[in-house]
C-alpha cells in the first residue's frame, strides 16, 4: 500500500536536513559532489513544497539555483557605504544583497 502523502512529505523533510548537511561536509573536499547532493535536495523539496529555513535557502544561488558555500564558490562581503551584505555567486556572479540592521 502506497504511503500517505503528508507521511512521505515527514520523511522527505528529515531526509532534506541530512543530506544538505551532509553536502556541506563534502563541499569543503569535492564540490561537484556536494552540487550533485543539493541539486537532489532541491528536487525533493520542489517535489514535497518544501520550504527552507533561510539559513538554508541561503546555500542556493538565485541566478543559477547551484549549490553556493560562502568560502567556496560564494563570496560574502559587507558593504559599508549601503549597509548591506552582499553574497556573490561566483558561478554566475549574481549578486544577493541583503540590508543590516
Ligand atoms: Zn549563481
Same mark, same amino acid.
Given at each position: ?9 515527514? +520523511?522527505?523533510?528529515?531526509?532534506? %536536513? ?7 561536509? =563534502?563541499?569543503?573536499? %569535492?564540490?561537484? @559532489? ?5 541539486? +537532489? ?10 520550504? @527552507?529555513? &533561510? ?7 538565485? $541566478?543559477?539555483? =547551484?549549490? +553556493?558555500?560562502? $568560502? +567556496? ?22 549578486? &544577493?544583497?541583503?540590508? @543590516?540592521?
Amino acid at each position: 500500500m502506497r504511503q500517505k502523502r503528508s507521511r512521505q512529505k515527514a +520523511i522527505a523533510v528529515s531526509q532534506v %536536513d541530512a543530506i544538505l548537511n551532509e553536502a556541506l561536509q =563534502t563541499a569543503r573536499n %569535492d564540490i561537484t @559532489l556536494a552540487k550533485q547532493q543539493a541539486a +537532489i535536495v532541491r528536487r525533493i523539496c520542489l517535489k514535497f513544497n518544501i520550504r @527552507l529555513p &533561510y539559513q538554508k535557502r541561503q546555500l542556493f544561488c538565485r $541566478g543559477c539555483k =547551484t549549490f +553556493i558555500v560562502p $568560502g +567556496i564558490n560564494a563570496r560574502v562581503r559587507t558593504s559599508n557605504k549601503q549597509k548591506m551584505l552582499l553574497l556573490t555567486c561566483l558561478e554566475c556572479n549574481h549578486v &544577493y544583497r541583503r540590508p @543590516l540592521q
